[in-house]
């Protein structure tokens, strides 16, 4: 094994092709199809074409060995996580990112500049209108928020160019229903949430019986437990932060169920975990409810926008990178890979000379500092987040028995599943017909030694987390690598980040991304929930930061996920089957779109069954690659 490493890394092609030959792991029948029938573009010299057909392996060797020597591994940044490229190659292509990044950012950060003051003179305006004249001035220079209500004044038509299509319809008149609660574990951020298993999961903290029993249709914490209907979603990694000066925040843990009478999705309890670590449930006064569901979704805004960088950038960037140092541009997997990483390595140190920076936005508007994001990236990543098998779509929602569970009922309803699941599909689609285009066969992939060192490079040096082993013997496991890639960098990246944040995972007064003032020491204590609250320029300031997130001119400049594969410089090096994958890949991404855009509310005022309707993902609005 160890001999064949190493020739896998240093051999050029043609004498990989002849030991291939004299040990016959081709059969003569394999060998004179791929020989006289190879698959690849157009004799340009420009197409993709796999290293036992390019007849100009001498170029190919040298290429690979110049970048090996320029792509380096450089040390991780926003947290202990993956590598960042360095070396001369690798620091000219992350400027090139950059510089392609601000331009693109350009657009957004103009608009937001308009568009600020105007949700501010709006705000402004209403609150001078509801108060009589003896408080008016009292109250503005109090922040200009009366009262929960008057935060919808910051998101009601403003922000329309930032966020074209309005803040996600309900969340603003429902946001104290119970159900959008627990709902958005299930949609705009369903990385947490967990069902806790009979036998190998232990009750993590005890609650009332009368209590749950009132709640849960007479049976208690332990039945729920029993019969599979108990879930769990814990943000106490969280105490242990750092928090800026005169700000704070709870590191809550929760408990939801499934109801053994409605069938709802429905939350249970929530356990602050900091100071007097209270547990509220639904049964407590109003103004404590809602203030123990705006901590955990305070919890929830930092979770995911410091896992989607653990769980995309720093996976998607090591296994490019590889890539980067052991095959050729001329390879289909390098190809394939490039078209994704548009932009991508421009994130991570943006986010680290602005966004996470000291003073940064981040400090400037969330309860963690800086240094507290940083950690908490360090911490999701080698437990889950960076795992590359086990975080995959499918395998993480069945590993959480979020879908297809065997010890407990089926969930009424999982907007995130069925959402994604079709666009996960055309992807894989797409991906194994473009693997089978080019490897005809399992056997080809044996004998391809860019492939197999592109393997080892990820396993030995690149590092990445949970990737498959080595070598890579099989189509199926080479088609599910590379739509995980296109996954994170199309899809998953953009449930948690992109347009989410703006129009509902960020919305007050709900997801605030700070306390004004430290958490109650009792249950009882809270008359009115304002003074824990952002006043009106703290508002703004985190509405206007998580709308820059949004690329609203995406579908004008193609560059969103129906256009994923439509790069006519892309296609160009491939040939006729891919093509038609990718036009059949944009007509499916089209009709998923349409479906988002129909959405509505049913009868019972529901979409997908929540009080709000998610068209965040709608392919039309979403990035193909890893915007920000």
Not at 101 to 118: A, G, L, M, S
Not at 243 to 264: D, E, K, L, M, Q
Not at 446 to 473: N, Y
Request: net charge negative; aromatic share 12%; glycine share 6%.
């Amino acid at each position: 094994m160890e001999v064949f490493k190493k020739w896998c890394i240093l051999c050029p092609t043609i004498i990989i092709i002849f030991i291939c030959r004299r040990c016959h792991c081709w059969s003569s029948n394999e060998q004179q199809v791929l020989v006289s029938n190879p698959p690849r573009a157009p004799d340009d010299g420009q197409g993709f074409v796999l290293p036992v057909f390019d007849i100009n392996w001498s170029e190919r060797y040298k290429e690979i060995h110049a970048s090996r020597e320029g792509y380096l591994y450089g040390a991780p940044l926003l947290g202990n996580t993956s590598y960042f490229p360095t070396g001369v190659l690798g620091e000219a292509m992350v400027l090139r990112d950059k510089q392609l990044w601000f331009r693109d950012v350009q657009y957004v950060t103009e608009n937001v500049n308009k568009e600020w003051p105007e949700a501010a003179k709006a705000l402004t305006v209403v609150s001078t209108i509801l108060l009589s004249a003896r408080f008016r001035s009292l109250f503005i220079k109090a922040g200009g928020l009366q009262n929960l209500s008057s935060f919808r004044v910051i998101y009601e038509d403003q922000w329309t160019t930032t966020i074209p299509d309005g803040v996600s319809p309900g969340v603003l008149t429902n946001w104290t229903q119970d159900l959008l609660f627990s709902m958005e574990r299930l949609s705009i951020n369903p990385y947490v949430v967990s069902r806790l298993h009979p036998r190998d999961d232990d009750l993590p903290f005890p609650m009332e019986t009368d209590i749950v029993k009132r709640l849960a249709a007479n049976l208690d914490l332990s039945e729920l437990h029993a019969s599979g209907r108990l879930f769990f979603a814990n943000h106490s990694i969280q105490a242990k932060y750092p928090t800026n000066y005169g700000r704070w925040t709870a590191a809550c843990s929760a408990y939801f169920f499934i109801h053994p009478v409605s069938g709802s999705f429905l939350p249970l309890a929530i356990k602050t975990n900091i100071g007097a670590d209270l547990v509220y449930t639904p049964l407590d006064d109003e103004n404590d409810w809602l203030f123990a569901k705006m901590a955990f979704e305070m919890n929830d805004l930092f979770h995911g926008q410091i896992y989607h960088l653990s769980n995309t950038h720093d996976v998607a960037e090591p296994v490019h990178l590889a890539a980067l140092r052991t095959l050729s541009k001329r390879h289909p997997v390098r190809g394939y890979l490039d078209r994704l990483m548009y932009q991508a390595y421009a994130v991570r140190p943006i986010g680290d000379e602005f966004l996470f920076n000291d003073g940064g936005f981040f400090d400037s508007s969330f309860a963690p500092t800086n240094f507290g994001g940083r950690s908490l990236s360090s911490d999701l990543y080698p437990v889950h987040a960076g795992l590359f098998q086990s975080s995959q779509f499918a395998n993480d929602l069945m590993s959480r028995g979020l879908v297809n569970c065997t010890y407990g009922p089926s969930l009424k309803t999982m907007p995130f599943y069925n959402t994604v699941q079709p666009m996960a599909a055309a992807i894989h689609k797409f991906t194994e017909t473009y693997v089978t285009t080019y490897y005809p066969s399992d056997a080809l992939l044996v004998q391809d030694h860019e492939l197999q060192a592109w393997m080892l490079e990820c396993i030995e040096q690149a590092h990445v987390l949970d990737f498959p082993p080595f070598p890579l013997k099989t189509r199926d496991v080479l088609v599910s690598i590379l739509s995980h890639i296109a996954f994170l960098a199309g899809v998953g990246h953009h449930v948690l980040n992109a347009a989410t944040p703006g129009e509902s995972s960020g919305l007050l007064p709900l997801h605030p991304s700070a306390f004004n003032k430290p958490l109650p020491t009792s249950k009882g204590s809270i008359d009115s929930l304002m003074p824990y609250l952002h006043n009106s320029t703290e508002a703004l300031k985190q509405a206007s930061l998580l709308v820059r997130f949004n690329r609203p001119l995406l579908e004008q400049q193609k560059g969103n996920l129906v256009n994923m594969w439509s790069s006519p410089e892309f296609l160009a090096s491939t040939c006729p089957a891919v093509q038609h994958a990718a036009e059949a890949f944009m007509r499916e991404m089209l009709h998923i779109s349409d479906a988002i855009r129909a959405q509505t509310f049913d009868a019972d005022g529901l979409s997908q069954g929540m009080p709000f309707i998610w068209r965040s993902l709608d392919p039309r609005k979403i990035p193909y690659y890893l915007s920000v």
